[in-house]
């Protein structure tokens, strides 16, 4: 598991992160952020990467464990 001194999430990946925990889908969160959906996927992807999950679900548990968002 990373060491949550290592991993630093970019406030866009922690925005997107927050808007997947409410459920909703990368369109939903684009058009709230007033992004391109595939601008939400690559900051949720990024965040993946960061946290080495492999979907947005483990994502968002992980980041919360390590209280990386509220």
Known sequence: MP???RV?????ERQCLRWVKK??????IGAILKVNE?????HVKN????LET???TQCVV???RLRLIE
């Open 38 to 42: 595939n601008t939400v996927n690559f």
């Open 3 to 5: 060491d949550r001194q």
């Open 8 to 12: 630093v999430l970019s406030e866009q």
């Open 23 to 28: 459920g909703k889908l990368s369109s939903e």
């Open 47 to 50: 965040a993946m990467r960061k």
């Open 54 to 56: 492999t979907s947005r």
């Open 62 to 64: 992980k980041a919360r």
